[in-house]
């Protein structure tokens, strides 16, 4: 073969695989199509109403579980608040209680348990002060 029938069959074969690499590159195109098609439109009406009971059984929960959580913060702040009332009243009894031993007046009868030692003098600077 001669040098120009070398260069004629190598351009065809450079021609051949280039359109063959053209044409797999493309390759076939599928396309797939998924209907958007709402279940509602197959459902009976009694499927249509438990969904509607389910959404708003779903939503009487959610309200239900805020509630208990903003009455919780409450308790919360209610017990704090008892907790310093309290504190303040075993002050207000620690007091009457030095007046009346002070005083050399008997203890009622309506204490817990009889005093039998001097009671600790309110005037005294507290390790702890309560507001």
Not at 33 to 46: C, D, T
Not at 86 to 104: Q, S
Request: proline letters at 5%; glycine letters at 4%; charged letters at 25%.
């Amino acid at each position: 073969m001669t040098k120009i029938n070398i260069k004629i069959c190598l351009c065809v074969l450079v021609c051949v695989i280039l359109l063959w690499s053209l044409a797999g590159a493309q390759g076939t195109k599928t396309y797939e199509i998924r209907p958007q098609i709402p279940e509602s439109v197959f459902k009976n009406e009694s499927a249509r109403a438990m969904d509607a009971y389910e959404r708003v059984i779903d939503r009487v929960l959610e309200l239900n579980g805020r509630q208990l959580d903003s009455i919780d913060l409450r308790v919360k702040d209610l017990s704090t608040q008892l907790s310093r009332v309290e504190a303040k009243l075993d002050r207000l009894l620690n007091h009457t209680r030095f007046i009346e031993y002070a005083l050399g007046i008997p203890q009622g009868e309506l204490t817990d348990a009889p005093q039998t030692t001097q009671p600790e003098d309110p005037n005294t600077p507290e390790k702890e002060q309560d507001s």
